[in-house]
């Protein structure tokens, strides 16, 4: 009898380190599992968070100053409109503390238009008159960024960039237009596809002038003694350089692709 209970002992304590072991075994199983599942939902979440959304179109309502410093004044806009195109090229893989990017930012195409009235006095009546003035840039624009994503899909960047652009101004009948290379600076906050930023510009130079007097078509307005030149025409139709300075601010909302 009592040789029967120390082998049902035994047999007892193999059996129960038995299932020890076998519990231990599927233990480590599902802890490889959900390490695997929380690994490609991690792979995932990135890809949704970083590679599926690093280009962006944003489209934005811009007020603008334009500073004279060869005349004197300042000129604010009515309205005006952007719009951008570019791409995000993140410098690193990993996100660093699991959450932070540092990238490229390129905009293949950046195009500010504003609209503005510009008050005239007349000299000799002393009436004041209106027109319209149009100013546009096109341009393509390259800085650096960082982006922080905090929770979810949830994402905030700061961005600087330089631009480099054509700028071409309508104003007194005159054409002004001259390469200018644009600052930018801005912030904005992301939600998986939508985007709210807000972004600073400022830039001048030295425009040159091209007029639309008509007089310079009329040929009474030579010497008859001889036919008017194109460079003759020429003459008449450039206008004194004048160097303007555009400072701006454009609200926008993004699309993040």
């Not at 962006?56 to 719009?83: H, R």
């Not at 699991?98 to 009546?125: C, P, Q, R, V």
């Not at 600052?183 to 400022?202: D, Q, T």
């Amino acid at each position: 009898m009592g040789l029967l209970l120390a082998v049902t002992g035994v047999w007892a304590q193999e059996q129960g380190e038995d299932t020890v072991r076998r519990l231990d075994s599927l233990q480590r199983v599902v802890n490889q599992l959900t390490s695997n599942v929380e690994s490609l939902e991690q792979e995932d979440m990135n890809q949704a968070v970083w590679k599926d959304r690093a280009k962006y179109f944003n489209i934005g309502y811009v007020n603008q100053t334009l500073t004279d410093k060869t005349f004197g004044g300042e000129i604010k806009s009515d309205f005006g409109v952007s719009l951008s195109n570019g791409k995000t090229y993140y410098l690193h893989k990993k996100p660093i503390v699991g959450m932070i990017k540092f990238g490229l930012d390129f905009s293949w195409m950046d195009i500010n238009y504003a609209k503005s009235t510009l008050e005239s006095i007349d000299g000799d009546t002393g009436e004041v008159y209106s027109s319209a003035m149009h100013q546009a840039e096109i341009g393509m624009q390259v800085g650096p960024s960082l982006t922080i994503n905090p929770v979810h899909h949830l994402k905030v960047s700061g961005y600087f960039r330089v631009t480099p652009s054509y700028s071409l101004l309508y104003m007194d009948e005159t054409v002004h237009h001259h390469y200018v290379t644009v600052l930018n600076a801005g912030c904005a906050v992301a939600w998986k596809a939508i985007s709210l930023g807000v972004e600073w510009r400022w830039g001048s130079a030295t425009y040159d002038g091209l007029t639309f007097d008509e007089s310079a078509f009329d040929e009474d307005s030579f010497d008859e003694s001889e036919d008017p030149s194109m460079g003759d025409v020429m003459d008449q139709l450039s206008a004194p350089e004048r160097k303007l300075k555009t400072s701006s601010v454009r609200f926008y909302i993004g699309f993040r692709f």
